[in-house]
Each structure stands twice: as C-alpha cells, then as structure tokens.
C-alpha cells in the first residue's frame, strides 16, 4: 500500500488518512468550480511548468499586510442538510478567495487563488475572531471541514468564531492539482505486488514512477511549491486578509503538522491552536512513520475483531482476522464481482483491504465493516469496494476528487529522502511476520515518491516555545496517528498542553466525548487548558 489520508495524515503518509467529517460532502455547482480553478500571474512565469525552483527565504517572508476578503453568500451551493433547521436559519455562508504567491521567495512573481468558505453565527455577542480548520490529509478540504462542523459544533464555540475553512493550494478549488486520469488512480488502488520480490518492487516502482511523470509533465517545477512550508504560509496570509492579529486554529491529523510548522514559523501570532490526532514530529523518516501507522492499524482491528465476536450478524465471520485473510488471499487470484449491476470492477486483494482499513478510522463503521465482510464471503465486495470508495473520494460515476493527488505531491516535496531499494525490500520481509495483515501491502507504499522531482521543503523542527499555550489531543487507541505522536508534538513544541482520550478510531474531538468536547470548546473559547495529565475517559 502507500497512502495514509488525511482524517488526514502524518508526515511520511502511507496510508492515507481520510478527511474529518468527508462524507458530509459540499455539493459546488460547476460554474463555481471553473471559477476556483484558475491561476493568476504577476511578473514572474506563469504556472505551467516553467517557474525556476525558489531560493531560500526567512520565515517570516509571508507576514505581509493583505487587502481585506470579499465574502459573497454561496450558501445556494452548498448542501447543509447535515445542519438542523433551526440552526440552519441562523447561519450565513459566504465564500471568498485570495491570492497568495505560489513561490514565497518570489513575492511578486505566479500568484494563485485560494477558496475560503466562513461560516458566520447571527448572534455572536461575544464574537473573539475567526476560527480557521483543516480536516488533515494532505488533500483534505477545509470548505468541505468548515461545512460539517456548522452542524456539529456546540452554540458557545459557534457565538465567538466565524469558522473559516480553506483549501489548501492544490486541494479541491485551490489551483488544484490533478496529475493521474481515472484509469491511473483505478491501477494505483488495485495494486497487489509484493515487494520482497525484484519483479514486484520494480511495478510498485514504475507505477509510482509513472504519476510522478504525469505532474512533471503538466506543472513541470511549480510542482514544488504544494507543500507544507508554503501552505502554513498561506495560512497567515489568510488571518491577516481576515482582519484578525492572532491566529485561531483548529486542525485534525495532517492538520496538526500544518498547525505545527505554523506555530514554528509564526509563533508570535497564535491565539489559539488546537492540534488533533497528532502527526509524529519523531518519525522523521518514512520508514519508521509507515511503521507506527501499520502497527496501529493492526492494533485497531484486534479492537474491531474483539467487537464483532460480541454481535449479530458480525459473530457469523467466526474469527475476524481469519475471515479478512481468507477474504484477501481469494481476492489474490481471483478479484471478488460487486452485486451492483452498474459497477464492473472486481475487488483485488488491495482493495478488501483498502475498505477494512477505512472502516478502522471509525468505530462507527465497524457495523458496516462486519456486513460488508460477510458479503465479501459469500462472492459479493459491494460494501467492501463502497469502504474502499469513500476513502479514495471516488464518486457513484466512477471519478476521483484530487485528493489522492494531492496527498502523494505533498508527501514527496515534504520529505528529504526517500528510501532506497534494499531498505523497502528489507521492510517488506519484516512488516509481512510482524503485521500480518497489512504489512505487506503497506510495504509497497514506501515507493511512493519514485521519480518524483528533487526540489524539497522538508518539514522544519517543530519547535514553538514563544508562542501562546498549545493544546495537544491525543486519542489512546488512534491508529493513523498513534498516541506516542501527541505526546511527542507536546514535547516538541515547547510551550503545549496534552489533553488524552481512552478511545478508538481517529482523532477525539466532536467523537462522542463529552470530557474531550468541553475541555476543547473552554481552550478555543477562553484560552484555558486542561488540568495536566488529564485522560477523558471512553464513551
């Protein structure tokens, strides 16, 4: 395997951790679309692949003032069917986009647009200022993370902030980036190689190989700019057109490393920020990332598999884990048909697993994993190829957002180096014994940036000992960002608090704790941390 989303994401993703609250998707008309989809140009190159790779520049390059926003109602737009009635009448939906440098060393130069959505609350009697999000990723949108948690944000939060959420550049209606056809992205979730052998780590590679070519050869070097340095950047362009002297932040998984490199390079303007479901600032190399994250998604099916024996229908797979590989190693030789008349692709081993591991991310879908399995069994991958669906953000007519897109350029340009052969094969022999169920196919993921262009921006030290208190969560149980992660981060930056959460699935705010929600909402609203030490118990 390879991706991590972004639920969102960790530093050296390989397996894509999907966006907070993703499936309650914005329904964006086409016209707003094209809109959102151009790119504008100063005195430098423009954004078609011909813009030199930029020269070092201090941190502090993006603090410049910028022109107010023009918000405009979009709520016509949007699906807020998730927001009740009453709140609903209460809401106004404007969107606005702005420009910022897509190479911060060249200020001047290829500007690109960026698409904000605020979400505003009609009684705010004691309004602080706005509240930006990032649901994680990378790839995630933060239009889709600001939509969902209108509905699900408690009054008190909602009465001081105007939500704002943001795609980052590259992602959805930022100066997206699309370099894999349908096709392409069908091939890339249905590959089942082994790479402990030269014939498989060779397809793994050329695969890979192959979408690096696609953006070299559609961006060329602007490529280089999607990165997490640049976006953080974005971040406080964004505050300051916002009107706000501080920063308020909210961000799940991946968006607790852009909250994170934000609070390094900009210390002195947070207010606020919330770090959710935290990205390891210790796992500096893709190896021992992608080993944390595998480790901890055997460790959330063992949780899984100890639910299903306890209920009907899920007790009928017997043991689970056993069930999975019977399932899996069938899919091997011979790809599992759907049911659905209209859908006629079969599930390869990759993809059962695909779907078992975006069911991991939530024990609210553990329900829908157990039937989905034991459909599986009987010759039918419908509800497996629907898991696997939603989280590679494919659509009933068979098309891929960008989000997978996105997270693989991120990925590359954040990482200094990638590992060599004889290091992926050697994790390949280990992580088969020790991860039995995942290991393998996550082994393959360690390919990932073949061929992909030299320009890098490496995550700096996540270090922000200036800054305002930080607050860390940390989920015991949490098996994309593993809890060592947040305890980690806390260290790292120097001045933050850690709030745990005895629970399972991915990230703890707005997941059913009452403890998690309240000691958030206080942090966000007055600033006031959590007793030390404090662990909010499970649901």
């Given at each position: 395997?390879?991706p991590e989303?972004g639920?969102?994401s960790?530093?050296?993703?390989?397996?894509v951790?999907s966006?907070?609250?993703?499936?309650?998707?914005?329904l964006v008309?086409?016209?707003?679309l094209v809109?959102c989809?151009?790119t504008t140009?100063?005195?430098?190159?423009?954004?078609?692949?011909?813009?030199p790779?930029?020269?070092?520049s201090?941190?502090?390059s993006a603090?410049?003032?910028a022109a107010p926003l023009e918000?405009n109602?979009?709520?016509?737009?949007l699906?807020?069917g998730?927001?009740?009635?009453?709140?609903?009448?209460k809401?106004t939906?404007e969107c606005a986009?702005i420009?910022v440098?897509l190479d911060y060393?060249?200020p001047g130069g290829t500007?690109i647009?960026i698409?904000l959505?605020r979400?505003?609350?009609?009684d705010?009697?004691?309004r602080?200022?706005?509240?930006l999000?990032n649901?994680?990723?990378?790839g995630?949108?933060?239009?889709?993370?600001?939509?969902?948690?209108?509905?699900?944000?408690s009054?008190d939060v909602?009465?001081?902030?105007d939500?704002?959420?943001?795609?980052?550049?590259?992602?959805?209606l930022?100066?997206?980036?699309?370099?894999m056809?349908?096709?392409?992205?069908?091939q890339?979730?249905?590959l089942?190689?082994d790479?402990?052998t030269?014939?498989?780590l060779?397809?793994a590679?050329?695969l890979?190989?192959g979408f690096?070519?696609?953006?070299n050869a559609?961006?060329?070097?602007t490529?280089?700019?999607y990165?997490t340095?640049?976006t953080?950047?974005?971040m406080?362009?964004?505050?300051?057109?916002?009107?706000?002297a501080?920063m308020n932040?909210l961000?799940?998984?991946y968006?607790?490393?852009?909250?994170?490199?934000y609070?390094?390079l900009?210390?002195?303007r947070i207010?606020?920020?919330?770090?959710?479901?935290?990205?390891d600032?210790k796992?500096?190399d893709?190896?021992?990332?992608?080993s944390?994250q595998?480790a901890?998604?055997?460790q959330?099916?063992?949780?899984f598999a100890?639910?299903?024996v306890?209920?009907d229908?899920?007790r009928?797979?017997?043991?689970p884990?056993?069930a999975v590989?019977?399932?899996?190693?069938q899919?091997a030789?011979?790809?599992?048909?759907?049911?659905?008349?209209?859908d006629?692709?079969?599930?390869?081993a990759?993809?059962v697993?695909?779907?078992?591991?975006?069911?991991?991310?939530s024990?609210d879908?553990?329900?829908t994993?157990?039937t989905a399995l034991l459909a599986?069994?009987r010759?039918?991958a419908k509800?497996?190829?629907?898991?696997?669906?939603?989280?590679a953000?494919?659509?009933e007519s068979g098309?891929?957002s960008?989000?997978l897109d996105?997270?693989?350029?991120?990925?590359c340009?954040?990482?200094a180096?990638d590992?060599d052969?004889?290091?992926?094969q050697?994790?390949?022999?280990a992580?088969?014994?020790?991860?039995p169920m995942?290991g393998l196919?996550?082994a393959?993921?360690?390919t990932?940036?073949?061929?992909w262009?030299?320009?890098?921006?490496?995550?700096?030290p996540e270090?922000a000992?200036?800054s305002?208190?930080i607050?860390?969560v940390g989920n015991?149980h949490d098996p994309?960002t593993?809890?060592?992660?947040a305890?980690n981060?806390?260290?790292?930056l120097?001045?933050a608090?850690l709030?745990?959460?005895?629970?399972?699935g991915?990230t703890?705010y707005l997941?059913?704790?009452?403890?998690?929600?309240?000691a958030?909402?206080a942090?966000l609203i007055?600033k006031t941390?959590?007793?030390?030490?404090t662990?909010?118990p499970?649901r």
């Open positions: 395997m390879w989303p639920h969102g960790s530093r050296y993703r390989a397996i951790l966006a907070k609250f993703r499936p309650a998707v914005v008309v086409l016209g707003l809109a989809t151009t140009t100063g005195n430098g190159t423009g954004a078609d692949g011909n813009t790779p930029p020269s070092p201090p941190a502090g603090a410049q003032s918000f109602d979009c709520s016509r737009l699906d807020l998730r927001v009740s009635e009453d709140r609903r009448k809401l939906v986009r420009q440098p060393a060249r500007q647009s698409a959505l979400i505003h609350y009609a705010q009697p004691q602080v200022g706005s509240l999000v649901p994680g990723g990378p995630g949108s933060g239009v889709n993370l600001a939509v969902g948690l209108a509905g699900e944000l009054t909602l009465q001081r902030f939500i704002v959420g943001f795609d980052p550049r590259g992602v959805g930022s100066a997206p980036v699309k370099c056809s349908t096709a392409q992205e069908d890339l979730l249905s089942d190689t790479v402990r030269t014939a498989g060779r397809a590679k050329q890979f190989a690096a070519a696609s953006c559609k961006y060329g070097a490529i280089g700019h990165d340095v640049d953080a950047r974005d406080d362009r964004i505050r300051a057109a916002l009107g706000d501080t932040y961000g799940f998984s968006g607790t490393e852009l909250g994170a490199v609070a390094h900009f210390p002195k207010r606020v920020a919330a770090l959710d479901g935290a990205v600032p796992l500096d893709v190896v021992s990332q992608s944390a595998v901890g998604f055997e959330a099916f063992d949780q100890a639910n299903c306890t209920r229908p899920c009928e797979l017997g043991d884990r056993q590989y019977a399932i899996r190693d899919a030789t011979s790809p599992i048909r759907s049911s659905d008349a209209q006629p692709r079969r599930a390869t990759s993809l697993l695909l779907g078992v591991l975006q069911a991991l991310y024990r879908l553990w329900p994993l157990g599986a069994r010759g039918d509800g497996l190829l629907a898991l696997a669906d939603d989280y953000d494919r659509d098309q891929y960008n989000f996105v997270y693989f350029t991120v990925t340009n954040d990482v180096a590992p052969d004889a290091t992926i050697a994790m390949g022999r992580w088969a014994t020790q991860y995942f196919w996550q393959a993921g360690l990932q940036c073949s061929g262009q030299k320009q890098r921006t490496p995550i700096p270090t000992a200036s305002a208190p607050l860390v015991l994309a593993p809890y060592a992660g305890v981060l806390t260290k790292e120097g001045r608090s709030l745990s959460w005895n629970g399972e991915h703890s997941e059913g704790s009452t403890c998690v929600d309240r958030v909402n942090y007055n941390l959590p007793t030390p030490n662990t909010c499970a």
